[in-house]
């Protein structure tokens, strides 16, 4: 704590919460930094809009909590924020924005991303309390990135329960150790459970008690000579111990200072373009709002599907999109087509366990007008949808012909 005039010069340079109070010690804002040190002092030192400057001649304590990683700051200031609901953190006005991490109630339980507050407390009251609703976090990139990493020590299992011991071959995620194996029958649902409440410990900030109940087990298991699980959770502890994640947080500037992108939801465009099922490909485009932002683009050649099937090409699309864990996923995609383009998508969305609204647009029986399928949000207009579609399928065919024309001039 410090009440002098630059109250940043006693802080750590490490992860962890700050909390700005007034004179009469109301907390005024709450923050979270990958450097506390380094994040409070700008807020003294360099120049910011009205609102920041205001906030910063009332601030009069400064207090913090120190955290191992950015991660559990994330995690903490989410939980603060909840708590005291902080005047001047005016992003946390809006909870429909927010995202909030689920872990469902099924027998083999998903790690989820919800967004809205709508959603949370419905998650939390129709009849499924056991299951657990962490949250809300402002940033999409940061919880994402977070859940990323923490995937990376407890792997979990996004397959809805029917898809449980279902398949003959381990799925993508599994190959790459992201899924302890939960379609292929690899793990027990006692074991899987232990995973769970791994996570769920984490995200209450009880990362200590987890790293004393992993060298029980760590001591267990060479007691009974099962060496490689032994290997396996030295290995988890070392990663809890040593989280590298100044991904998660960066050093943001204040608020107010968020660039459009950041304010904007994100659209994903989604075309086919093929004749008759040759040089078939895919292209997705996105905006923030009502802005393209071209640098985000993407071309898909299509493999697996031969012939003339819309439904499969896009179901590949989207899979190999959603492998892309580094990409921002969006807050609404938009497929040029119908309830059959629109049904894809959603099974391959349910498979990966997320939840995003899917809008599709098609041009009507006599092609003349546009046909809208699913609930448009209120934060979206038709015009902007359509302009994404067009995006999209202009896109699409723009890389179908320079297909087409390499391979003619190979033939």
Same mark, same amino acid.
């Given at each position: 704590?410090?009440?002098?005039?630059?109250?940043?010069?006693?802080?750590?340079?490490?992860?962890?919460?700050?909390?700005?109070?007034?004179?009469?010690?109301?907390?005024?804002?709450?923050?979270?930094?990958?450097?506390?040190?380094?994040?409070?002092?700008?807020? +003294?030192?360099?120049?910011? /809009?009205?609102?920041?400057?205001?906030?910063? !001649? *009332? &601030?009069?304590?400064?207090?913090? %909590? #120190?955290?191992?990683?950015?991660?559990?700051?994330?995690?903490?200031?989410?939980?603060?924020?909840?708590?005291?609901?902080?005047?001047?953190?005016?992003?946390?006005?809006?909870?429909?924005?927010?995202?909030?991490?689920?872990?469902?109630?099924?027998?083999?339980?998903?790690?989820?991303?919800?967004?809205?507050?709508?959603?949370?407390?419905?998650?939390?009251?129709?009849?499924?309390?056991?299951?657990?609703?962490?949250?809300?976090?402002?940033?999409?990139?940061?919880?994402?990135?977070?859940?990323?990493?923490?995937?990376?020590?407890?792997?979990?299992?996004?397959?809805?329960?029917?898809?449980?011991?279902?398949?003959?071959?381990?799925? +993508?995620?599994?190959?790459? /150790?992201?899924?302890?194996?939960?379609?292929? !029958? *690899? &793990?027990?649902?006692?074991?899987? %459970? #232990?995973?769970?409440?791994?996570?769920?410990?984490?995200?209450?900030?009880?990362?200590?008690?987890?790293?004393?109940?992993?060298?029980?087990?760590?001591?267990?298991?060479?007691?009974?000579?099962?060496?490689?699980?032994?290997?396996?959770?030295?290995?988890?502890?070392?990663?809890?111990?040593?989280?590298?994640?100044?991904?998660?947080?960066?050093?943001?500037?204040?608020?107010?200072?968020?660039?459009?992108?950041?304010?904007?939801?994100?659209?994903?465009?989604?075309?086919?373009?093929?004749?008759?099922?040759?040089?078939?490909?895919?292209?997705?485009?996105?905006?923030?709002?009502?802005?393209?932002?071209?640098?985000?683009?993407?071309? +898909?050649?299509?493999?697996?599907?031969?012939?003339?099937?819309?439904?499969?090409?896009?179901?590949?699309?989207?899979?190999?999109?959603?492998?892309?864990?580094?990409?921002?996923?969006?807050?609404?995609?938009?497929?040029?087509?119908?309830?059959?383009?629109?049904?894809?998508?959603?099974?391959?969305?349910?498979?990966?366990?997320?939840?995003?609204?899917?809008?599709?647009?098609?041009?009507?029986?006599?092609?003349?007008?546009?046909?809208?399928?699913?609930?448009?949000?209120?934060?979206?207009?038709?015009?902007?949808?359509?302009?994404?579609?067009?995006?999209?399928?202009?896109?699409?065919?723009?890389?179908?012909?320079?297909?087409?024309?390499?391979?003619?001039?190979?033939?």
């Amino acid at each position: 704590m410090s009440i002098i005039k630059k109250p940043f010069e006693n802080l750590p340079q490490t992860p962890g919460v700050y909390i700005f109070k007034d004179k009469n010690k109301k907390i005024l804002y709450i923050g979270k930094a990958a450097n506390l040190k380094r994040r409070v002092s700008s807020y +003294f030192t360099r120049p910011h /809009g009205s609102r920041i400057q205001k906030m910063a !001649g *009332e &601030i009069k304590t400064v207090n913090h %909590k #120190k955290t191992d990683s950015a991660l559990e700051a994330l995690i903490l200031e989410a939980e603060l924020i909840k708590k005291h609901q902080p005047q001047y953190n005016v992003l946390q006005k809006d909870d429909k924005t927010f995202l909030y991490v689920e872990i469902t109630n099924e027998e083999f339980p998903r790690v989820l991303l919800v967004r809205g507050k709508e959603k949370a407390n419905e998650a939390i009251s129709y009849k499924l309390k056991a299951r657990k609703i962490f949250g809300p976090f402002i940033y999409a990139h940061a919880i994402r990135e977070g859940l990323r990493i923490l995937r990376r020590i407890f792997s979990w299992s996004l397959h809805s329960q029917e898809k449980v011991g279902a398949q003959a071959r381990p799925c +993508f995620d599994a190959q790459v /150790g992201l899924c302890p194996g939960t379609c292929v !029958g *690899e &793990i027990t649902k006692t074991d899987y %459970k #232990k995973i769970i409440r791994k996570i769920k410990l984490f995200f209450q900030g009880r990362k200590k008690q987890i790293i004393r109940e992993l060298e029980r087990e760590m001591k267990t298991a060479g007691k009974n000579l099962e060496f490689e699980r032994a290997a396996k959770i030295k290995r988890q502890i070392f990663a809890l111990n040593h989280i590298q994640d100044v991904a998660v947080l960066g050093e943001q500037k204040a608020n107010e200072a968020i660039s459009y992108k950041l304010k904007a939801r994100r659209i994903e465009g989604y075309d086919i373009s093929n004749i008759s099922g040759t040089s078939a490909v895919g292209s997705m485009i996105v905006f923030y709002g009502d802005r393209p932002n071209k640098n985000e683009y993407r071309k +898909f050649k299509i493999y697996s599907i031969k012939g003339q099937s819309d439904t499969g090409m896009i179901k590949e699309v989207l899979e190999r999109r959603l492998r892309h864990k580094e990409w921002k996923f969006p807050d609404l995609m938009l497929i040029d087509g119908g309830r059959g383009q629109i049904s894809a998508v959603k099974s391959v969305l349910s498979e990966h366990g997320m939840k995003i609204p899917v809008i599709g647009i098609a041009k009507g029986p006599k092609r003349k007008k546009n046909e809208f399928f699913g609930k448009i949000p209120n934060w979206v207009s038709e015009n902007t949808l359509i302009r994404v579609r067009n995006e999209a399928h202009r896109f699409a065919i723009a890389f179908h012909k320079k297909l087409r024309a390499k391979r003619s001039m190979t033939k």
